[in-house]
């Protein structure tokens, strides 16, 4: 299979809806119970590319196998410098290393925007994700027990760390204001 990684556009919203629906509506990995609608999924393209911040898709032959994208880990401006992904493949694509490719491509990405840390809340404590983060050098920073109920189940979420470019070496370009 030849993956192409590259920058997702509007036009990728239908297939990043569809993708994202499935695991909402199937998985624990997004503790989200209604997928997000098209509108919904379009302004999220639009507001993470106009952030300059890597909103990225995996197709092979023109068909979508799986996105990510990196934005500000929280809204306050302290946390400026830190990072959160998102990862989701095609359900029939899984394990092919997809995701992995992805991240692997949203890491470098993410150092090219400054972001010195990148972190992974990881849903449902998912076991393929976290050896995918493992596999790309990212460390357990915690686990937060039970915090999620979906499908009947109580669910954990594992956080998971990776320094990116410099990481707290030094300061980063910008300081928050």
Known sequence: MELVLRAAELKDAEAIQNIYAHHVLNGTASFDTVPRSLAETREKISSVSAQGWPFLVAEN??????????????????????????????????????????????????????FRQMIAVIGGGEPASIAVHEKLGFKLAGRMKSVGRKKGMWLDTVYMQLPLGKGNASAPKREPV
Not at 66 to 76: I, S
Not at 77 to 90: F, G
């Open 61 to 114: 032959s023109g068909t979508v196998l799986g996105y990510a994208y990196a934005t500000q880990f929280r809204e306050r401006a302290a946390y400026a410098s830190t990072c959160e992904n998102s990862i989701y493949v095609l359900a029939d694509q899984r394990g092919n290393g997809i995701g992995a490719a992805l991240l692997k491509e949203l890491v470098q990405h993410a150092t090219t925007c400054e």
